[in-house]
């Protein structure tokens, strides 16, 4: 390969429940969707593996319930991996499974390294601190102590997002879905850091708030070449966004390609079903 | 070395709600040198598309190669290239045009082809300027330059699209009926930009109705239907092959 991969998934795998002899072992198990009816356990992330390159936009589709939250959990740590291993190409990190790390330099990695947009807002707000109070604890997690230079960098990074400098004191509770949104993304970007996940972040906002966050996020990614991993349950959010596309369903992949590839020559059932209700 | 060279090209598709698998082109084999122009000529349906987006990995290639002497990489298989290696050839070294325009919403004519630009890391001043060029040489109007080309007509489409590819003066062009909606004017435009293109190096596959306009410009034609190559003759008119 001509360069190495920023983020290095193996095997990623996430149950919740602790299985069954009819479901312990991958090769023989017999799931309705990802669910093992002998004794209820969730196989939500079976075997996720991937890299994410620098400045790339990494899409991520599937139908509800197909584990790209709880994928996205993982990755940043919100949920313990049942098993798998993750690689940052980061010369303090290098060689390091970070699923394996002390909580401490997991916490590092959050806060230095990752930033995160959740499904929903109320997750990656404090939803009754100001705006700019939601992105300096952020600033001060990654180690800032300086008042006056968060406040200024907060307030760029609000401005960055559209967010008027007259509300920035005002707290995200009272602001539209969209808006929040906006916040969300600031904050996640305000230590800089060279991966950010993107959860659903334009789901159940009005298609012109939508657009509004997509070109955000777009525009983003080209004046600062952060990495990125976008989930979506929607093909066009995806087409809009990425460059590579990996399509999951009942928590494994089952395709993953270029974009236009996967739209125009989707290879497994699902996803040409998938790609023709687009149409 | 050939720039380009498919050998025992074959593209199926499989379509899983019906249940079938129907082979689009089958044992296709060309090759062409640097600075060639091939024509790729046969009836609707019988796969040329297929092959211009299979080497441009729009399709997935099924068998066969498709070898590509990459500035960047040296030889490689576009039908075994990594993801990333595609995307890499795609933003640098190799362009395609279609009828149809694909481009991100909520952008302007001006900021899309100066995107193709800055994408190859064009310093921003130069980017502005060639774009003019360009859209001043496709005689888009200048009222257009800042809107949306969502609600342009074909012709206008298809010429930002043409504007978009060449600006970055691809090494490999391929070119799917790139002059399918244009006025004899317009045409005349494609033409010089194409010939300038050759004469600076590009090489290009294009697949073209208009097989007078094809004829003049291509250095061979490949029938889709005897799977022939035909060399232009030295002379001018007609072929041998
Ligand atoms: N804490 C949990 N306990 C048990 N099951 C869970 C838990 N969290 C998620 N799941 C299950 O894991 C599976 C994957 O859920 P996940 O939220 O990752 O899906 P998703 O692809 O993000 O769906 P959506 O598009 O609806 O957001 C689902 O079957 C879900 O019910
Ligand atoms: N994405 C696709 N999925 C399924 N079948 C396809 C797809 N693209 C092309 N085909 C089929 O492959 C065959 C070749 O199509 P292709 O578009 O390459 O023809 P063409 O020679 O370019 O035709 P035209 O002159 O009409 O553009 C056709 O039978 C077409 O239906
Ligand atoms: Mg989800
Ligand atoms: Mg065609
Ligand atoms: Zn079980």
Known sequence: MFEEALLHVCNLNKQFGSGCSQCSN????????????????????????????????????????????????????????????????????????????????????????????????????????????????????????????????????????????????EEPQYFSGGMQQRVQIAKALSNNPPVLFLDEVTTGLDLSVQANVLDLIKNIQRESGISMIVVSHDLAVIRMLADRTIVMLNGSIIEEGLTDQILEDPQHAYTQQLVYSLL | MALLKMSDFGKR?????????????????????????????GRSGSGKSTILKSIYRTYLPDTGSILYDSERFGLIDLAQAAEREVLYLRKYEIGYVSQFLNVMPRTTTRELVEKALLEMDEPHETACLKAEKALEHFELDPKLWDAYPNTFSGGEKLRLNIAMATVKKPRLLLLDEPTASLDQHSKEKVREVIQALKASGTTLVGIFHDIEFMEELCDSVFYMQTQELAKKAQAGVGYES
Not at chain 1, 67 to 74: A, D, E, F
Not at chain 1, 78 to 95: M, W, Y
């Open chain 1, 26 to 169: 991958p090769s023989s198990r017999m799931l309705e969707k990802n669910y093992c009816p002998a004794c209820g356990t969730v196989y939500a992330c079976q075997d996720i593996s991937f890299d994410l390159f620098p400045g790339e936009i990494l899409g991520i589709v599937g139908e509800s319930g197909s584990g790209k939250s709880t994928m996205m959990q993982c990755m940043y740590f919100d949920e313990e991996v049942t098993s798998g291993e993750a690689f940052i190409n980061d010369t303090t990190l290098e060689g390091e499974n970070v699923f394996a790390l002390s909580s401490q330099k997991k916490r590092y990695i959050r806060n230095n390294k990752y930033g995160m947009v959740y499904q929903n807002p109320v997750h990656g707000l404090k939803m009754n601190f100001s705006s700019v109070g939601n992105i300096a604890e952020k600033l001060i997690a990654a180690g800032n102590r300086h008042v006056a230079d968060m406040e200024q960098t907060s307030r760029e990074l609000l401005e960055s997002v559209h967010i008027p400098l007259f509300r920035m004191k």
């Open chain 2, 13 to 41: 598709f499989t379509i899983h709600y019906l249940g079938k698998t129907m082979p689009a082109v089958e044992d296709i084999n060309f090759s062409l040198e640097a600075g060639e122009f091939i024509g790729i000529v």
